[in-house]
């Protein structure tokens, strides 16, 4: 019902930077929610930013000042915008939506979405 599509990643070095994108398609009237997470080898998903519709924004500790969420609304889109990349950077990245209210549907969807993943390598 709902697909969530991000951009290539990519390889880049120390202080570099690099914007992810992700596009919500399918049947959907609004999403209250996006957000990036990140999964690294070994470690468990963690939340890196999230935005919501009205554009209120919260970051993980370890990206604020380097990283910056927005989205646009009519297109469906969430990014990622980020700077001054780090080693510790290198995981592969989700786009995740939830408080889906789906078109034609008449409520919101049960469960949020996810994109496919992305890798991103920062190299030292």
């Known amino acids: 019902q709902v697909q969530l599509v991000e951009s290539v990643g990519g390889l880049v070095q120390t202080g570099g930077s690099l914007r992810l994108s992700c596009v919500a398609s399918?049947?959907?009237?609004?999403?209250?929610?996006m957000g990036w997470y990140r999964q690294a080898p070994g470690n468990q998903r963690e939340l890196v930013a999230g935005?919501?519709?009205?554009?209120?924004?919260n970051y993980a500790d370890f990206v604020k000042g380097r990283f910056i969420i927005s989205r646009d609304n009519a297109k469906g889109t969430v990014y990622l915008q980020m700077n001054s990349l780090k080693p510790e950077d290198t995981a592969v990245y989700y786009c995740?939506?939830?408080?889906?209210?789906?078109?034609?549907?008449?409520?919101?969807?049960?469960?949020?979405?996810w994109g496919q993943g992305t890798q991103v390598t920062v190299s030292s």
């Open positions: 399918g049947k959907i009237f609004s999403i209250n929610r």
């Open positions: 995740n939506a939830d408080g889906i209210y789906g078109l034609g549907l008449g409520r919101t969807y049960d469960y949020d979405y």
């Open positions: 935005i919501t519709s009205g554009g209120s924004t």
